[in-house]
């Protein structure tokens, strides 16, 4: 099953998977986590993958993200295959592309918020100023602070902000409000909307919160490791207007 | 098996890299413990065996001739129990294709029967029959060390004449248990050699027919010795008597119990030393491994655990480490043991066997030091993660605070980017962490420095000894004291560039209640052979009129100071009493001594002109020929060349030396590395987390070694000069308690020790590096993204 058009089709393909498995051996069981996923993703899409827990979404995304490798099928990115490549690729292709933001925000608790971006930016090509970054996700007055001074929804800002201050071509996010409350994870997706749309870098989110999903140009839809359904959102909702 | 205790060895097994290294930690400490107290033990009971068994005598007197009937008016002094008179010469021996002096004591053997007091142990051969002329036995070291068997031939130039003699038996005996020839400053088996005949044969050569120069006793049990010495001291006084003495005088014992001593001493501060450091480590890595199950302690109390129960968990769990590491410890101090007890047995003392000994006590005192510092790290953390609510402990870690590091607060840390700042700030975020992480780092190098310390210290001895203090090729003794005209003729010999004349008067030095039985010294004041040396090692003249003293002598075992007026009581010719002012200390690492002016001396001794012997220096090349006509010389009795002398010794230490290094090294090596590579593999469960994190970011693995290890090479780096300073104070708490009278330790620490107790730690650091390289490739990246803690 092909994704129907994409919201603009003028935008290129980022990444294009075909034919994804997964198998996990876990001791004398086999977990067929993937079995057959077919999926492009163009630039500027928000996209949000829905389904339970053990769907296979995080597999999914750990490895569109270069985390881990595919049983089978091919994944490229742009006009790279990430299937094959060398962990040194890989962690050259996390370093130049891939922003990840986690359920528990992953902050270096001995380093600052601006700090925190910082170690991202020294490593990257042509990053933002860390200022900026923090300035985009709104924490512009508390960038000398350390995370131990901060609350979990900024806390998950300021991973946001070290996500995207590299300029990444994807931005990954796997349950950002998983751990925080309502009200602050809809902080938490503004921000995520605002980047999206200011900065044009193709978001993919996971949930497991249906609610969500309404803030999607596309949703799809996981189940048993297989694509269950994709549906463009004709209106996306504005992530303030979300509520679970 | 209740699921807590199969956890337990599941736990085990999971963390086996860290049990190993905590084991090894307490197995350096338990393992020198156990060396040095059942080498002691041995050496004691085996002592103690061997004097009882070969009636080793307690009151032995020389003197100069006794007609043998003056033996019943000894034997009927009260609380003698039993006696035995000897003929007793110093003899020069000749042995073919060995052209160095060599000097012996020949001892006489009663003709017939076994000897009443100081039986020799034959190793080999039989003792010699009775009446025989030529037969002689020899002490094992001096037959070992030149190859004599049974059968084969000697020569002994006894009173001047050359008596050739038959080897039939090799001997060890409780009187010469400790082989040294008189003023010689160490043993030399080749060069000294003492040896035993019949009576008759010996006193017939010697002009003691019917005579004795030298007897022994043992007490009745409720005798005084001191009441008995004066006793014998009143009947030999007409004979010549040179003062009687106890077993704490006697030559060999009193080496043998310094030596003991000094064992013992090592036996103490050594393992303190080591078992210290291994309980403070085992208590800093424990408490932080401990720190680490927070979150699994949290689980068990809400399954309803009592703290109890758990504590007894995480005790169980230290005391199976502390356990492997005390029973590796005892095996290994075991076999260190028995190798150090042979060592000793080979170069130092001479026992006929040895009884080695493993006291059951010795293993519980190191398994209660170890089980106790395990149990007190433990329980600190255990206690710790106890008191938090169930909830809290299971809840993830709030993002522990930091703050911008001092450096950084002083304006530098735009020179340092985020991975840097991250080391920085750990490292200060927990001060006392990371102090104890430098103080265990830099005890492994200390120990290092302790351990090879020995080598610089005993060449320094030496050189100071033989460079500065006594610095003759040669020192001969004469038969008796002579007149100082003596010394032209010496002169006079081809191949002697210089001679200096000493006096050397046997005496007890008497201070109060304070007592020492050795010699006075007379030397020249302008010598430029034998010198005294001032505290800062310069030679220093002698002043006329007075006595100085070895600081040791004076401060520790006389207690006088300069303006003090010592008692001296000679113990030759007719023993006169004198006064004589304590004018001066000198520093002196081997012996003690205590010195006068040659002519002061001889004006206190009411003589003219008298040596004892003299000190030749001689043109390189000569020696041969020289020795040869010395040997000639009938009232030439003993001679000690210095440069063979040093060189026997340093054979004779030299596995000693071998020996302490390699357990050193072992040992603070092990000690080294197991707390190295606990204190990285500790960070990295601290850490790992944060490090997976930043891998996902796309740090590459090298970045994230740069946080982890780094920070291990900057404590390591701060923990090398820290390390220094311990070792400086160890070999200091060592040369405070090795003090004895054979030798004071300098406190000389060499470049090598520096090199050594640095090299200790980065080697470890640099091992401990390449495992935790190896497991920063197994990071876990997927489970951080899911999971918290």
């Not at chain 2, 084969?152 to 248990?177: C, F, H, M, Q, W």
């Not at chain 2, 002519?599 to 020795?627: C, F, H, I, K, W």
């Amino acid at each position: 099953m092909i994704g129907r058009m994409p919201p603009d089709n003028a935008n290129p393909a980022v990444f294009v998977a075909r034919g994804l498995t997964k198998v996990y051996r876990m001791g004398e069981v086999e977990v067929r986590a993937l079995r057959g996923i077919d999926l492009t993703l163009y630039r500027g899409e928000l996209v949000v993958l829905l389904g339970p827990s053990g769907s296979g979404k995080s597999t999914l995304l750990n490895i569109l993200g270069g985390l881990d490798a595919p049983s089978g099928g091919e994944v490229r990115y742009l006009d790279h295959a990430l299937t094959g490549a060398s962990e040194a690729e890989l962690t050259r292709f996390r370093r130049e592309h891939v922003g990840f933001v986690f359920q528990f925000y992953n902050l270096i608790p001995s380093l600052t918020a601006r700090e925190n971006v910082a170690a991202v930016t020294e490593i990257s090509e042509s990053p933002m100023r860390p200022e900026d970054a923090l300035a985009l996700v709104g924490l512009g007055n508390r960038l000398d602070h350390f995370p131990a001074q901060l609350s979990g929804g900024e806390q998950q800002r300021v991973a946001i902000a070290r996500a995207v201050a590299k300029n990444p071509a994807v931005l990954l996010c796997d349950e950002p409000t998983g751990a925080l409350d309502s009200a602050t994870g809809v902080v938490v997706l503004e921000v995520l909307e605002k980047v999206n749309r200011e900065l044009g870098t193709l978001t993919v989110l996971i949930t497991h919160n249906a609610g969500i999903a309404d803030m999607a140009d596309r949703v799809i839809r996981l189940s048993d490791g297989q694509i269950a359904e994709i549906h463009s959102n004709a209106v996306k909702k504005a992530a303030r207007e979300l509520s679970w | 098996m209740r699921a807590l205790d199969r956890k337990l060895f599941r736990d085990l097994w999971h963390l086996r890299g860290q049990v190993l290294a905590i084991a090894a930690v307490i197995m350096g400490g338990v393992a020198t413990m156990v060396m040095s107290l059942s080498t002691y033990d041995s050496l004691t009971t085996t002592r103690d065996r061997f004097y009882a068994e070969y009636r080793f005598a307690e009151v032995f007197a020389g003197l100069k001739r006794a007609p043998e009937p003056v033996a019943e008016r000894l034997a009927a002094i009260p609380g003698v129990e039993r006696l035995e008179t000897r003929v007793k010469a110093g003899v020069k021996l000749e042995v073919e294709g060995f052209s160095d002096p060599i000097t012996g004591q020949l001892l006489s053997l009663p003709d017939v029967g076994e000897a009443q007091l100081n039986r020799l142990h034959l190793k080999r051969g039989r003792t010699v029959q009775s009446w025989s002329a030529d037969e002689v036995v020899l002490s094992d070291t001096f037959a070992d060390a030149h190859g004599f068997q049974p059968g084969d031939t000697l020569v002994a130039i006894i009173n001047g004449k050359r008596n050739r003699l038959t080897v039939v038996g090799v001997a060890v005996s409780p009187e010469y248990v400790y082989q040294i020839a008189p003023g010689s400053m160490f043993p030399d088996f080749k060069r000294y050699g003492v040896l035993w005949m019949g009576r008759s044969a010996l006193a017939a050569a010697y002009d003691m027919d019917g005579a004795f120069n030298h007897v022994s006793f043992t007490l009745a049990r409720d005798a005084r010795e001191q009441d008995v010495i004066d006793r014998v001291d009143a009947v030999l006084a007409t004979y010549g008597g040179t003062g009687a003495y106890g077993r704490k005088d006697q030559f060999s014992n009193r080496f043998l119990s310094e030596e003991l001593k000094q064992l013992k001493t090592m036996a103490t501060v050594f393992p303190a030393i080591f078992l210290g450091v291994a309980a403070f480590l085992l208590n800093v890595v424990l408490s932080r491994l401990i720190a680490l199950q927070r979150e699994q302690i949290a689980v068990l109390k809400a399954f309803g655990y009592r703290y109890l129960t758990i504590g007894m968990h995480y005790v169980k769990l230290v005391l199976l480490m502390a356990a492997l590491g005390v029973a590796a410890g005892v095996a290994l101090g075991a076999w260190f043991g028995q190798g150090l007890a042979h060592v000793y047995t080979e170069t130092t003392f001479r026992f006929p066997y040895l009884d080695y000994q493993l006291d059951p006590g010795v293993v519980v005192i190191a398994f209660a030091v170890g089980a106790l510092a395990a149990i007190s790290g433990t329980l600190q953390s255990v206690a710790r993660a106890v008191r938090l609510q169930p909830a809290e402990g299971m809840r993830p870690d709030m993002p522990e605070a930091y703050r911008a590091t001092l450096v950084e607060r002083i304006g530098l840390q735009r020179w340092f980017a985020a991975p840097t700042r991250m080391i920085l700030r750990h490292i200060e975020r927990r001060p006392l962490k990371s102090l104890l992480t430098v103080l265990g780092i830099a005890c492994a190098c200390g120990l290092m420095m302790v351990g090879n310390y020995q080598r610089g210290a005993i060449d320094f001895m030496v050189d100071v000894q033989f460079r500065q203090a006594a610095r003759e090729d040669l020192a001969l003794a004469f038969i008796e004291p002579t007149s100082g005209r003596a010394l032209h003729e010496l002169a006079a010999l081809p191949g002697v560039d210089h001679v200096e004349g000493f006096r050397d008067v046997p005496a007890i030095l008497r201070f109060g209640p304070y007592r020492h039985r050795g010699a006075i010294f007379g030397i020249q004041p302008e010598g430029e052979l034998h010198r005294s040396l001032d505290r800062n090692l310069q030679p220093v003249a002698v002043p006329p009129g007075g006595v100085v003293l070895t600081d040791h002598l004076a401060n520790e075992i006389l207690h006088v100071k300069p303006g003090d007026m010592l008692t001296v009581e000679v113990l030759e010719g007719s023993r006169p009493v004198r006064q004589v002012p304590v004018l001066g200390i000198t520093r002196q690492f081997l012996g003690v001594s205590a010195y006068m002016q040659q002519d002061s001396l001889n004006a206190l001794m009411r003589e003219g002109s008298t040596v004892s012997g003299a000190y030749l220096a001689v043109q390189p090349g000569t020696e041969t020929e020289l020795y040869a006509r010395l040997h000639e010389r009938p009232r030439v009795l003993g001679m000690i060349a210095n440069k063979a002398a040093m060189q026997s010794f340093y054979a004779t230490i030299g596995e000693f030396i071998l020996f302490y290094n390699l357990v050193a090294t072992l040992l603070a090596g092990a000690i080294g590395f197991g707390v190295v590579y606990n204190s990285a593999r500790i960070s990295l469960s601290e850490r790992g987390r944060e490090l997976a994190s930043l891998r996902v970011l796309g740090f590459t693995r090298g970045e994230i070694a740069y946080i982890l290890l780094g920070e291990l090479a900057l404590l390591t780096l701060a923990a090398i000069p820290v390390g220094f300073v311990v070792g400086i104070g160890l070999v200091g708490i060592l040369v405070v308690a090795f003090q004895s009278e054979l030798y004071r330790l300098p406190l000389i620490l060499t470049p090598e020790n520096y090199a050594m107790g640095a090299s200790v730690v980065i080697v470890s650091a640099l091992l401990s590096g390449l495992l935790l390289w190896r497991r920063l490739g197994r990071l876990d990246l997927v489970a951080v993204l899911k999971t918290r803690e």
